[in-house]
């Protein structure tokens, strides 16, 4: 036979060592310092918390390109965190910057009213499980490039023969397209050998969305 289980609550309060509601939901059950009762043995029970380890932000943020944040957690899953989006505009005459939440979604696309402006990125726990607030906060490393993507590819293909006027046509084209490895493209040397191009177009941020595109 299995042995029974049973749990109690630890501590040295009113409740300590009675038994709790077999009912209750493991988020609420599960205590620092209760006791987990199995047969004849006692264990105390030590809880993991739920904790935001690190968030990575792309380097190259734009108007009309999606951010998508990196999130490192432990011991809770992303459906259990909260998000929030604010711009931080410049400082005014005062010295004071100005915040906006823009978004309280996932991901973040941002508009032209972003340009020139910082995005500040903050995590935090669901209210059913909120220890302190806000358990992470990043921004972005710069602020939000005012100038427009340049997709110098959509140019291209605009003039080449098979254009758009053409799709309709009983003709089938094959593109193939070989792609710096991401690698290469931040080397040192990569630098000085792709001097001609915009070190920002060289940033895996702005070659995801362009590749995306």
């Given at each position: 036979?299995?042995?029974p289980?049973?749990l109690?609550?630890?501590?040295?309060?009113?409740?300590a060592?009675q038994?709790k509601?077999?009912?209750?939901?493991?988020?609420?059950?599960f205590?620092?310092?209760?006791i987990l009762?199995?047969?004849?043995?006692q264990?105390?029970?030590?809880?993991?918390?739920?904790?935001?380890?690190?968030?990575?932000?792309?380097?190259?943020?734009?108007?009309g390109?999606?951010?998508?944040?990196?999130?490192?957690?432990?011991?809770i899953?992303?459906?259990?965190?909260?998000f929030e989006?604010?711009?931080?505009?410049?400082?005014?005459e005062s010295?004071?910057?100005?915040k906006?939440?823009?978004?309280r979604e996932?991901?973040?696309?941002?508009?032209?009213?972003d340009?020139?402006?910082?995005?500040?990125?903050?995590?935090?726990?669901c209210?059913?499980?909120?220890?302190?607030?806000?358990?992470a906060?990043?921004?972005?490393?710069?602020?939000?490039?005012?100038?427009?993507?340049?997709?110098?590819?959509?140019?291209?293909?605009?003039?080449?023969?098979c254009?758009?006027?053409?799709?309709?046509?009983?003709?089938?084209?094959?593109?193939?397209?070989?792609?710096?490895a991401d690698?290469?493209s931040t080397?040192?040397?990569?630098?000085?050998?792709?001097?001609?191009?915009?070190?920002?177009?060289?940033?895996?941020?702005?070659?995801?969305?362009?590749?995306?595109?």
């Amino acid at each position: 036979d299995n042995p029974p289980v049973k749990l109690r609550h630890g501590g040295d309060g009113e409740l300590a060592g009675q038994l709790k509601e077999p009912g209750t939901a493991n988020v609420h059950a599960f205590r620092n310092g209760d006791i987990l009762e199995i047969g004849d043995e006692q264990f105390i029970i030590t809880v993991n918390p739920p904790n935001v380890l690190g968030i990575r932000m792309p380097n190259f943020v734009a108007p009309g390109m999606l951010v998508v944040p990196s999130i490192q957690t432990e011991f809770i899953a992303e459906k259990d965190l909260v998000f929030e989006w604010r711009r931080v505009m410049a400082e005014d005459e005062s010295g004071k910057s100005c915040k906006e939440i823009v978004s309280r979604e996932r991901n973040y696309t941002p508009t032209r009213e972003d340009a020139g402006c910082r995005l500040v990125f903050s995590v935090a726990l669901c209210a059913a499980l909120a220890v302190d607030g806000v358990i992470a906060k990043t921004a972005t490393t710069s602020e939000v490039d005012s100038r427009p993507l340049k997709l110098g590819f959509k140019t291209r293909l605009q003039s080449l023969p098979c254009s758009a006027h053409q799709a309709n046509s009983d003709k089938l084209r094959i593109v193939t397209y070989n792609i710096l490895a991401d690698m290469y493209s931040t080397d040192r040397m990569a630098r000085q050998m792709y001097d001609y191009c915009d070190p920002k177009a060289l940033d895996s941020s702005y070659r995801d969305i362009v590749l995306g595109q």
